[in-house]
Nanobody
């Protein structure tokens, strides 16, 4: 099984930065497709950034140029560096992982979420 634990959320003013971390408990860490998702109150969950098995990365248009997803294989940790935060980035942020043979755009494992609140 894969266990995910997010941390690093908080409250910041617009223009500020936060770095989210996702600690991954799995011997298959190097074979996981991973991503960050978010859900704001009253809105559908949306993908923020994903990284696949060969390191290819994709970002939502709304965060391109501001957010950076990365993996530290030595620490089994996924990160999301968020810069130039905007009030519309306010949401619960979730780390997700999938252990299928290839990255299929679906994720079997989810963390509990970490809240990010950006004030204007």
């Amino acid at each position: 099984a894969v266990q995910l634990a997010e941390s690093g959320g908080g409250s910041v003013q617009a223009g500020g930065s936060l770095r989210l971390s996702c600690a991954v408990s799995s011997y298959q860490y190097s074979r996981l497709c991973m991503g960050w998702f978010r859900q704001a109150p009253g809105k559908k969950r949306e993908g923020v950034a994903v990284i696949d098995l060969d390191g290819a990365i994709a970002y939502a248009d709304s965060v391109k140029g501001r957010f950076t997803i990365s993996k530290d294989n030595a620490k089994n940790t996924l990160y999301l560096q968020m810069n130039s935060l905007k009030p519309e980035d306010t949401a619960m942020y979730y780390c997700a992982a999938d252990d299928f043979d290839y990255c299929r755009g679906a994720y079997n494992y989810w963390g509990q979420g970490t809240q990010v609140t950006v004030s204007s």
